[in-house]
């Protein structure tokens, strides 16, 4: 589990306004978070904190009990919290695509044949397995990303932070993107998922909705996107669900009887149908 | 004035076992008071084929004049200013000052002028004129983007190209570029804007380019497109489509939330 216990940021330690303000959090295994928010929320320095690329500036946090402020924690901790960023090139070290995936595990001192292993199943698992000798550089976004993500698996982490890793990708792309999350949670791995688009991340367990440094909302996707004022956190609501909270409101549409409030165009589509 | 593309060809790695053919025979104006959108899939052509306009990449066969001069002659330079896709991996300056002053001070220009240029051109991204002297690299992700687009604006381009500008922002960074740009346009730029994101780009250009492997497939007002295009239009478009593929009577050029509300309502009250 991951956690977050009054954790409170600031770049500088005399700045009036801190970047992150007494959040608290928890993260239990095997669960699918998504942290969304406007530009400058402080959502990415948040999941910074994960695997202690940065640390507290007050509060503590705590990744299965190991306390990213202690020295000594930090390989152990940074083994188990992988992280893929928005620019995947920024991150690629080798010259070709099994290279690149096989970085980590040669630093973890583990036989050739294990390296081997775990890079065919790292890049299996995103659909890559057929790049192995292309250089990283002249794939598509879509595809840098998914090598990224093989980088990360090859590392066998029990969490995933993905940074705002769609932001620059097609919805083709960003649609495979999807699949491998879904994959990698039956997997048991922990994801989380930043971003400012709520679009993607309507098939999450929670929502972590933050504006400012603080925490609005956190909750399940159904109860987040229902929120009348959401729209003031500066989020990203996609039309489909805007039209359909405005057309529930006015009762035009029945979501009681447990049933979701429609995210996509088919869903609405099917409930226009019947009620009209 | 305007920039002239015809019967365009270019290919990557030309003349090499690794030839790919990524631009085909295209053939486009674009007027200097034109707002355009050139969209299409990952891998389509539309990010090569602004690089063609200010002579980063020279055609295969065929030609690019901007205001009748050849695009790779140097002069145009300084008429298309071209904003990157991952604009922030540009900057490279101590201060924000100093970052967007680096391009019109190498062109001579400086003093009150130069000062002046760099306020206007953070105001045009909507950034507050405070931040001038900090690093540019302790901003968030979505102002450096903005840092970099004032860099280009500070140019004073006659032809101002983005590349997927709104990539990375929120729903509020990329209304306050939407409104900048309109914005630019009308003190008499040419804007072109590359973007997957068809829902953004139809309420504000006035011409959309649709390319689909390496060929143009459409050029037109945005009615037009919508008039002819299936694929790709907005979520609302496409739903308002299926209700009315079911033989309900509403329109198929819907876009906006507002528009789709008023038709589904309109039909309940003809009930």
Same mark, same amino acid.
């Not at chain 1, 306390?67 to 992988?82: A, P």
């Not at chain 1, 595809?143 to 940074?163: H, N, R, S, T």
């Not at chain 2, 689909?212 to 919508?226: C, H, I, Q, R, V």
């Given at each position: 589990?991951?956690?977050?216990?009054?954790?409170?940021?600031?770049?500088?330690?005399?700045?009036?306004?801190?970047?992150?303000?007494?959040?608290?959090?928890?993260?239990?295994?095997?669960?699918?978070?998504?942290?969304?928010?406007?530009?400058?929320?402080?959502?990415?320095?948040?999941?910074?904190?994960?695997?202690?690329?940065?640390?507290?500036?007050?509060?503590?946090?705590?990744?299965?009990?190991?306390?990213?402020?202690?020295?000594?924690?930090?390989?152990?901790?940074?083994?188990?919290?992988?992280?893929?960023?928005?620019?995947?090139?920024?991150?690629?070290?080798?010259?070709?695509?099994?290279?690149?995936?096989?970085?980590?595990?040669?630093?973890?001192?583990?036989?050739?044949?294990?390296?081997?292993?775990?890079?065919?199943?790292?890049?299996?698992?995103?659909? @890559?397995?057929?790049?192995?000798?292309?250089?990283? @550089?002249?794939?598509?976004?879509?595809?840098?990303?998914?090598?990224?993500?093989?980088?990360?698996?090859?590392?066998?982490?029990?969490?995933?932070?993905?940074?705002?890793?769609?932001?620059?990708?097609?919805?083709?792309?960003?649609?495979?993107?999807?699949?491998?999350?879904?994959?990698?949670?039956?997997?048991?791995?922990?994801?989380?998922?930043?971003?400012?688009?709520?679009?993607?991340?309507?098939?999450?367990?929670?929502?972590?909705? @933050?504006?400012?440094?603080?925490?609005?909302?956190?909750?399940?996707?159904?109860?987040?996107?229902?929120?009348?004022?959401?729209?003031?956190?500066?989020?990203?609501?996609?039309?489909?669900?805007?039209?359909?909270?405005?057309?529930?409101?006015?009762?035009?549409?029945?979501?009681?009887?447990?049933?979701?409030?429609?995210?996509?165009?088919?869903?609405?589509?099917?409930?226009?149908?019947?009620?009209? | 004035?305007?920039?002239?593309?015809?019967?365009?060809?270019?290919?990557?790695?030309?003349?090499?076992?690794?030839?790919?053919?990524?631009?085909?025979?295209?053939?486009?104006?674009?007027?200097?008071?034109?707002?355009?959108?050139?969209?299409?899939?990952?891998?389509?052509?539309?990010?090569?084929?602004?690089?063609?306009?200010?002579?980063?990449?020279?055609?295969?066969?065929?030609?690019?004049?901007?205001?009748?001069?050849?695009?790779?002659?140097?002069?145009?330079?300084?008429?298309?200013?071209?904003?990157?896709?991952?604009?922030?991996?540009?900057?490279?300056?101590?201060?924000?000052?100093?970052?967007?002053?680096?391009?019109?001070?190498?062109?001579?220009?400086?003093?009150?002028?130069?000062?002046?240029?760099?306020?206007?051109?953070?105001?045009?991204?909507?950034?507050?004129?405070?931040?001038?002297?900090?690093?540019?690299?302790?901003?968030?992700?979505?102002?450096?983007?903005?840092?970099?687009?004032?860099?280009?604006?500070?140019?004073?381009?006659?032809?101002?190209?983005?590349?997927?500008?709104?990539?990375?922002?929120?729903?509020?960074?990329?209304?306050?570029?939407?409104?900048?740009?309109?914005?630019?346009?009308?003190?008499?730029?040419?804007?072109?804007?590359?973007?997957?994101?068809?829902?953004?780009?139809?309420?504000?250009?006035?011409?959309?380019?649709?390319?689909?492997?390496?060929?143009?497939?459409?050029?037109?007002?945005?009615?037009?497109?919508?008039?002819?295009?299936?694929?790709?239009?907005?979520?609302?478009?496409?739903?308002?489509?299926?209700?009315?593929?079911?033989?309900?009577?509403?329109?198929?050029?819907?876009?906006?939330?507002?528009?789709?509300?008023?038709?589904?309502?309109?039909?309940?009250?003809?009930?």
């Amino acid at each position: 589990m991951i956690d977050i216990k009054n954790l409170v940021y600031q770049y500088e330690s005399n700045s009036k306004y801190p970047v992150l303000d007494r959040l608290n959090i928890q993260i239990k295994k095997g669960e699918f978070v998504s942290i969304v928010g406007e530009n400058g929320c402080g959502k990415s320095t948040l999941v910074q904190h994960l695997n202690a690329l940065l640390i507290p500036s007050k509060g503590t946090v705590q990744i299965e009990g190991l306390d990213t402020k202690k020295q000594s924690n930090i390989w152990s901790i940074r083994q188990k919290v992988g992280m893929v960023f928005q620019n995947p090139q920024s991150q690629f070290i080798g010259t070709t695509v099994q290279e690149d995936v096989a970085f980590g595990p040669e630093n973890l001192a583990l036989s050739n044949h294990e390296i081997q292993t775990r890079v065919n199943d790292a890049l299996e698992q995103v659909g @890559m397995l057929d790049f192995k000798e292309y250089n990283p @550089m002249s794939l598509s976004g879509g595809q840098k990303q998914c090598v990224a993500i093989a980088g990360v698996l090859a590392m066998k982490p029990e969490y995933i932070v993905l940074d705002e890793i769609t932001s620059m990708l097609d919805d083709k792309s960003q649609k495979t993107i999807s699949d491998i999350i879904k994959h990698l949670q039956k997997n048991g791995i922990t994801i989380i998922y930043v971003t400012h688009r709520i679009k993607d991340v309507v098939n999450s367990d929670r929502i972590i909705v @933050m504006s400012k440094g603080r925490i609005l909302y956190n909750d399940k996707p159904q109860t987040v996107l229902e929120e009348p004022s959401l729209p003031e956190s500066g989020i990203e609501i996609p039309p489909i669900v805007e039209l359909a909270n405005r057309l529930k409101r006015d009762g035009i549409i029945d979501t009681y009887n447990n049933k979701n409030l429609p995210f996509s165009n088919k869903e609405l589509l099917e409930d226009l149908c019947q009620s009209i | 004035m305007s920039i002239n593309i015809k019967n365009v060809d270019y290919s990557y790695n030309k003349n090499t076992q690794l030839e790919t053919r990524v631009l085909e025979n295209i053939n486009l104006t674009i007027d200097k008071n034109e707002f355009v959108g050139i969209t299409g899939k990952i891998g389509s052509g539309k990010s090569t084929l602004i690089k063609l306009f200010n002579g980063l990449f020279v055609p295969d066969n065929g030609y690019v004049h901007v205001d009748r001069v050849d695009a790779s002659d140097k002069k145009t330079r300084k008429k298309v200013g071209l904003l990157f896709q991952n604009p922030h991996e540009q900057l490279f300056s101590k201060t924000v000052y100093e970052e967007i002053a680096f391009a019109p001070s190498n062109f001579g220009i400086k003093g009150d002028d130069l000062t002046e240029r760099v306020h206007e051109s953070l105001h045009l991204v909507g950034l507050d004129s405070k931040i001038t002297d900090m690093s540019p690299f302790k901003l968030s992700g979505g102002e450096m983007r903005r840092v970099a687009l004032a860099g280009v604006l500070a140019m004073k381009p006659e032809y101002l190209i983005l590349d997927e500008p709104t990539s990375g922002m929120d729903i509020k960074g990329k209304k306050e570029l939407y409104s900048n740009l309109k914005r630019i346009h009308s003190t008499g730029a040419c804007v072109i804007i590359v973007s997957h994101q068809i829902d953004d780009l139809l309420p504000v250009v006035n011409k959309i380019v649709l390319m689909d492997d390496g060929k143009m497939t459409f050029a037109g007002t945005p009615s037009e497109y919508l008039e002819n295009i299936s694929s790709p239009v907005p979520e609302i478009t496409q739903l308002m489509r299926g209700l009315r593929s079911k033989g309900f009577n509403v329109r198929n050029d819907v876009l906006t939330v507002d528009d789709a509300y008023g038709q589904i309502k309109n039909l309940l009250t003809k009930k």
